[in-house]
Structures are given as structure tokens and as C-alpha cells.
């Protein structure tokens, strides 16, 4: 993916959560500040890929490192909330579930790897979870993180990568458009990306 596309798919990301989420990020400013660490952790065996997890209003923690999202299995029944903490020592990453069309047959590497822009402005993510470094609470900014409607779902980190966590959260908190901060491209270039499938 080059350069330009990833700028592509961030500002596309920023406007579209910006138009949909159900709280504005700068109404979640005191959140940011007031942030407490997250209960959910990951054990040494909690984190590998699992063919199935979860039961129906069960908590699922997820754990973001960079740059890949731990304890994630194949399969969740509906109902089954996700809570997201960071691990990274630096970077902010976020959990962006996507849900795909019934006839999408293409892999998530290759739905990742084409223009999630797109996608993104053609249906509304389900959740957006966004957790900053250092032992800080989840921001449900779409969402809380529940998955209720059966199918395929993409997941999804389209932080710029370096940027200044901080500085990424006052601007997407105060702004009426995509932040404007120094970064690279997003984190789904570095492979954070991953397929879930929600069952009945």
C-alpha cells in the first residue's frame, strides 16, 4: 500500500467517525484525562488465537500490542462484548470491527491490503474502541464494543503510526475534521488487522 493511500484511508477513517460516532470524540476529552487503567488483561495463555470464545453478554478482553490485536479467537457468539487494552509502550491503537457484506469471500489480508477507505465510507463501523499507551482506559467512541449481528467482521487499526498519542486525541477531540498530526501510515500497513466471525 503506498503512502498516499494510507493518508487516503486515515482521513476517510477521521471523517467518517466523525459523522458517525454516536459520541464525538471531543466529548470523551475528560475521559482522556481522568483515563484509569484497564481491568482486562492477557496471561500467557489467554493471548494465542482460539477457534471459538465467549458466550452470549460475555466479556472478551483483547489486547493491542504493536502491531497485532492478542486473545482474539475465530469465532464470538453474539453478544459477547469486547474490551481493548494496550500494551504498546508508545503507540495508540484502536479496535475498528467492521462488518462485511454476506457475499464478501475475499480473505482479510487481501480486504485489508485494498482500499478499507472505501469500504469504510460504504457502512458504518459497529464499534470503535480507541486505547491510549501506558495503562490507560478504553475510549468507546462507536459503540461499547458488543458484536450483535451474526457475519464476518473486519477488524481494524488505522492509528498513523508514531504518532504522538496525546497530541492524536486532543486534536480528534477538539476538531471538526481528520487530526492533523505528524505520523506515518496506518497501523493496517504494519499488519494490524484481523477477521472475526460472530455467530448466532
Known sequence: MHFERAVVIIDTMNQHLHHTARQPLRRLLPHLIAATPVIASCGDDACGPAAAAGND????AVVMDDFHYGGLPDVVPAGTRIEASNESADELHEFVAIRLADDE??????????DVGELL???EPTAVL???PGGREQIAAVGDGTSTEPGRYLVVCLIPTGADPDEYLAAAATSDGPPQVDGGPPHIVNGMFAELTVSE
Open 105 to 114: 469471500r475475499r480473505p482479510a489480508a487481501e480486504i485489508a491490503a485494498g
Open 121 to 123: 465510507a460504504s457502512t
Open 57 to 60: 453478554d460475555e466479556v472478551l
Open 130 to 132: 480507541i486505547v491510549p
